[in-house]
């Protein structure tokens, strides 16, 4: 599969500085390289799925949650390192359900984003979808609007980033939120990959 590049610039060809814009990069890059897997493909593929999902699931709450445990600023500088750690457990539990239904040799991009951040904004990913009879067909994104839509996820997500950020000045019971929330973001992510690849997907 042919990588895209995964880091927009600004018409000067600086790198954005803006949380969200920062925010945007680290999700094209999230979806710019589709990981490999070795899970095979299932007999039971809805069972096996469920079990990657809750296994991914509490892998990020753990990795969540620790990052969350150093108090105040020092927590809040952790806040990003978090996002991209649980995205990237995310996405290779994506990947990992494909695989179990023996879909992962079809991956793309669209299809990564749209397991991502469905839950989470499906108005901004709507665009990627069309749905055809009883097939979920996905439209291939230009560069320009793969970056306009990781762009408008940007601005989502930084809106999370805020919310994680109080969390982390408290102590023990805002790591435990944090992993909390971690864990049900993945599940809901999980549920997502298993509702499309139980589809006919194109």
């Not at 150093?70 to 809040?76: A, D, E, F, R, V």
């Not at 397991?115 to 560069?143: E, K, N, P, S, Y």
Request: hydrophobic share 45%; net charge positive.
């Amino acid at each position: 599969m042919t990588k895209r590049p995964s880091k927009p610039t600004g018409d000067d060809g600086e790198q954005p500085s803006s949380p969200a814009a920062a925010l945007a990069q680290a999700i094209m890059h999230a979806v710019s390289s589709i990981p490999g897997t070795t899970e095979p493909a299932s007999a039971s593929p809805r069972e096996r799925a469920r079990s990657i999902q809750t296994t991914a699931a509490l892998k990020a709450a753990a990795v969540s949650g620790t990052l969350a445990l150093p108090p105040g600023p020092y927590g809040i500088a952790t806040v990003i390192p978090d996002l991209l750690a649980v995205w990237r457990i995310q996405a290779q539990m994506v990947v990992d359900i494909a695989a179990a239904y023996g879909k992962s040799a079809s991956m793309s991009q669209e299809q990564m984003l749209y397991c991502l951040f469905r839950h989470a904004a499906a108005q901004v990913v709507r665009d990627l979808v069309t749905r055809v009879g009883g097939r979920i067909v996905f439209q291939q994104a230009t560069m320009r609007a793969l970056h306009a839509i990781a762009a408008r996820l940007g601005m989502k997500v930084s809106q999370r980033v805020v919310a994680k950020s109080v969390a982390r000045f408290l102590p023990v019971l805002g790591s435990l939120g944090v992993a909390g929330y971690a864990y049900f973001d993945t599940a809901q992510v999980g549920g997502t990959a298993i509702g499309l690849f139980e589809e006919k997907a194109e």
